[in-house]
């Protein structure tokens, strides 16, 4: 049993994976996600939720008006956050129009306490955009590219750099992008050796990803 | 009423098209395709058959022995075939395993008298290998782009050139490709303003398409 | 780095390709695409936007009441457009809810410069209606052919012309017509050779493939 | 309980309906085909299965020698057949690829006394063709309309005869021609009015539902 | 060239086909529809509408106040409509959530002149309930079978009448029905023979066919 | 024929099945509703439905002052409900997101009388917290493992307990979780043998599965 | 570690679940399925494997010539096996074609110990022969029913008995069939109450899910 | 131009991105690949190619004896190989089923220079196999998880560890599998954070991604 009945919270993971676990808020309610910022935060220090819609969060931060919500990632923290240190991530997206989910990935890596580089609108129909940043890219330890549309720049850029490569599609794009499925499809099925892919819109999740590399590099 | 029950050819479409009807040989027997392709001869002057196997191809032959099979690009041709002439068209692989395709699109193209550039294998994970091309692809009046995986090459090679660019899928890949749904959706979501786009692996579609517009270039 | 961090635009496009950057103004908020319309205005004498809302329109004109928004096409312009000149576009729809789309190509076709003819609701259920038109549309030197449901115009139009036929499938329709799949389905599989097929309504898309054509036609 | 424990024939089919249970002889052994047709035979004077393999159909016609495979249309009949009378039913093909299934329309006609027309080849990519013919076509009391690839015909015939038509989707094509999908999402959105439609391939089907349609001529 | 330039009526198809062009409303504007109903209803006495929203209605009864709407049905009729008669079409529902499909079948029915008899709520759940109604089933000359979620209820008629049966699939349900396509697969692979499928809530197709079959009843 | 035109209800299920016929309120009109619970209340002592949505739920209590709403599950009830007694059942979420299906299922056991015990949020992403309340689910006599998401609980549990496990794959989640699919194609293909499945978010058909096991526990 | 480094088996399955590991064979060596067969038979007394071909069973019983192959159901079994007792199982078929699956449930039903009634060829087409089996399947504890097409038969059980229901979709069919697809759906999707559904042509699935049934039948 | 004209190797992407060019040979000819693992090998020092059936793989050897083919991996290599040292990688199947891709993955792993741990058939519906082998698992520095199915093995890892974790959806299963879509949708959608998800039956494609991540363990 435990007293928090609509939830199962797991303070564990932190010490058990090196991240604590993050809240998810979309299907639930103010209540439950502000029940569950507390519990996580008393556990942690700090606790983050992700997709929150800007009327929820208002009601949350009726309860807990020392949260910070993020309108663009459409996150909320709660606590005290880390300083950024150690080798830095870069964000790159393909449009202007995929910059939401940049936003989410950005919140996520500043929860967990890595510095970033954010650089958009670098997609591969005027490829020369990306060529100008490529210094700037080769110095991240990691790299997200986010695209939506036909999902093509992950390719692109994984053909240029060694490091890391996480592949975001968005549900940028109308008629048979089919909410980011045509981007999917198009990094998972890349000509460039080694990228690895996470769910349409999961800016958190490359973030996530991210880390444990990151972790990887410091501790094992 | 017909004389060839099985089929109406269509002798005409020269005519009225300025191209000739050509025959899709994959679900017919070997004695319609030699039907079709002697009849479209004696009106045309010359004919052209795709997706003809080689077995159902040695059986043609048999009947037709003066037609001549492109084992590569699956076609075969009968009769007097015009000497290439006018502006080229530049036909792009983006890996070697889309050959069988660009095959198609370059006998469709010797079949209708355009002169062919082939550039095979030029692929968006080693994007230098394209750049190392481009003088040669801006030289084409028309430019018919084929990859399979995820299709990415279309929208670079869209975004560096104003000619008229055809993108061709193909089925070329495994799992989440699903026989060129991947290439197909990459294509139709391209960010790169302008291309269009023709069936899986449909080398002889992107061809005519080509034609249509070289047509249009001398004629109207 | 770029003095306008959520865009990279690209305003040598048109140098590179005789067309310049449009904004696509779907996933961006009304003060990026404002941002857009005066840097490529500024570039290139004029900026073009599509897929733009009317109430997304209304703050957009609050910050350049000098631009001009089309509510059927739901495209904004910016700047000096050219007069229309050279050969002409037939933009066709198979029926009247079509529509929409065909504003699209015939507003982005205004803003490229070339003249439109324009003929709406002649599909195939009333197969008279285009014959009747046939005249006016052999006069075109690219045909633009817009259908929802099955879409099967484009494979009866490109049975008749020798032109370049660019079939533009439309999210008309309901039930299995999937929001357009059905009928980009059909376009993709027409038994008419040589068609090319955009995403499913975009108007935009068509045009300036029928933009690339017409260059080609003029310069090379 | 029954005799045959493979399966539960229904020999009283014929006077609830009107028509006789036919074999669906695919997914069955020959031992379990020929005893369904020497089952049904002895009911109702005759018996017809569909869907047979040459190689199948070998080892039936050892068991009823008297029995009549058609290899063309994979179909089998045993027993006495009636004359052909009454109205007929045009059998229509877009291509010579899709005569397989306008040949088991035809031996299911056949089997059940109806008189058929057959016209082949005559697609939208040559609408002329259909024009020569529309004369035959006006003279059935049912049409049956089988395409494959986009299966634009049945629209173009349902707009041009009064008469039930049923269109028929063959898996003639490619690529994203999708083994019929393609041409039965455009039959089920077609802008013809009051068409149906049935399985992929299944001449068998349109051929009982035009029985069905004269049935309810003669009787009620 | 036309007086309609939105729209090129096609009043001749009714001395064509014996029946009227009708109005698909839903992506057109009132003002297209009002214009349409009057230019159809001058050319063959009344005119019809179908998927017209109640808001949209409002505005076209504004300015045809002469015309009736059925909210349930969704349809428009305008003019004199004809006395039914003639043989009767069973309107079937396999529940109630299916009668809105049902009432647009019925109305279209009765604008084209053919009595109607309908059943609702009678699926195979408890299959008692179609048997207690298989008189009045068996008395009608065409059925019109309508199902949601697993669409059985047409395998089931169609087991036990002679007569023509088309089913309608309906998009009542939710989960994995797919907005009605669990429906339609199952229909199109009915076990029982010689069923036909039209769209998804397609009522007034379902009654435009079974108006084909009667008609040819009368006529040929 | 019956009273009630609308609808055809049941009451004979009660006898002939063990449970009654339960309301589908989703495309129901309120007096729909109202009727349909007040016909198989005087048949059964007591009615049900479900997915009723708040608002048509506020119209159906006007009518019924005396039934009971649930918003968090969704559903109504009208009439004297059993106690519960016998075997319970235990109603497992992987998240708590997942709760409302949790809801509706653990409405329709207190509906037919069975004790339910619900354990909320133990996904396998944190599986140590399964492995707590592994002693709880194992005293139930029917599980239900509801998730959204990868849907790979029900496997877990599958792999730990003997009892029948009814899974149920929710729309949490978003991207290609697909409203649900992914879920309920996790659930189809579970490595854990003789799991079962239901709809998308039926939580309702799970209750009533678990019923029929339950009474085949008793009577048989 | 284990001393079988291809696989590692599950011997406390038995004692944890009431029911042994039973193994895939499809994508496993013919020396794979051998050791496993062993390694499960020395653990529990006899074991049981499924989908395993013709050819490669004829391997396995090169190596162990003590294990019984059924070649309609693809299984094999070593050990010594249990008399059947307690409550029966009904295995219904749709078709014919369905066969080998309910062979597959019948052969796994005896494994576990369970007496099994099959019914045949009873699907919705000819609803009567259903009937006169009625009184055999009401005896039944547990009811399989299995069928392909359009998979309604477990709809038409589902609201004739009161005892849990198990739906196993076939791939029986063609076309829009999709390989079991449109069985599957419509199962899922049932409009009688409480079916569950297993995979496509999962008869060891649903045996077992039988068998966790009967099994808290008896002990809990 | 280059001299070997179907292909233009990428002899410098080892110096760019510290992993050289690898060979796709699914569709190439035995020539085709052959001519490339020399042009690789002459520039890197040794070459490796993946998709190699094995007949196509005699072919190959009999031009290249010194070349190794490995018929469970599938791949083949050819020149000096280095020695495995570094952090090792867990490369871990659900099932026994799922060993092909897993010696793909370890193939290229030994290709690349990493010490690679195998542990197979420890998927979740006997959970208690994982947790006899985590210590083994924690000790890598990267986790590759391969499985078929529902493919749930991830998300339970991916809960245990903090390490990266990349996920291998297999085309194991059948039915509701679809090919390994069931599965990769799974892991697309893991409730366990940050997790990273290949192509279906990608173990090359997993390895590489584990070496980016290894290398920029090393380097940056």
Redesign the interface.
């Known amino acids: 049993m435990n007293d928090n ?4 919270p ?1 303070p564990g ?1 932190c010490e ?4 604590p ?2 809240i ?1 808020c ?3 309610t103010a209540s ?1 996600v502000a029940d ?1 910022l507390q519990a996580l935060a008393a556990a942690n220090g700090a606790a983050f939720g992700t ?1 929150l819609d800007p009327s929820k969060a208002d009601e949350v931060l009726a309860t807990l008006p020392k949260a910070t919500y993020d309108p663009e990632a459409r996150t909320i923290a709660f606590g005290t956050l880390p300083q950024a240190s150690g ?1 830095s991530v870069a964000v790159i997206t ?6 939401p989910v940049a936003a989410e990935a950005a919140a996520t890596l500043a929860f967990l306490g890595h510095p970033t580089r954010r650089i ?10 990306l060529f100008e940043r490529m210094e700037e890219i080769r110095q991240a ?2 790299v997200i590219v986010i695209a ?5 720049l992950p ?2 850029v ?9 592949a975001v ?1 968005t ?32 800016g ?2 490359a ?7 990151l ?3 410091h501790c ?1």
């Not at 058990?16 to 991240?19: K, T, W």
């Not at 393909?94 to 910059?99: E, L, N, Q, R, V």
């Not at 994984?158 to 996480?166: E, F």
């Open positions: 009945p609509h939830s199962t797991d993971r058990r994976q090196g991240f676990e993050v998810y979309q299907n639930k439950q569950n997709r080798p393909a449009g202007t129009s995929d910059i958009h609108d670098v997609g591969v129909a005027g490829v020369h955009r330890a990691v939506g549309m036909e999902g093509a390719s692109v994984g053909g240029l750099v060694g490091a890391p490569v996480i599609p549900s940028v794009g109308y008629g048979a992008a089919f909410e980011g499925v045509a981007a999917l499809l198009g990094m998972l099925n890349s000509c460039a050796s080694g990228l690895t892919v996470v769910n349409i819109d999961n958190f999740g973030a996530l990803a991210a880390h444990r590399i972790q990887s590099h094992p």
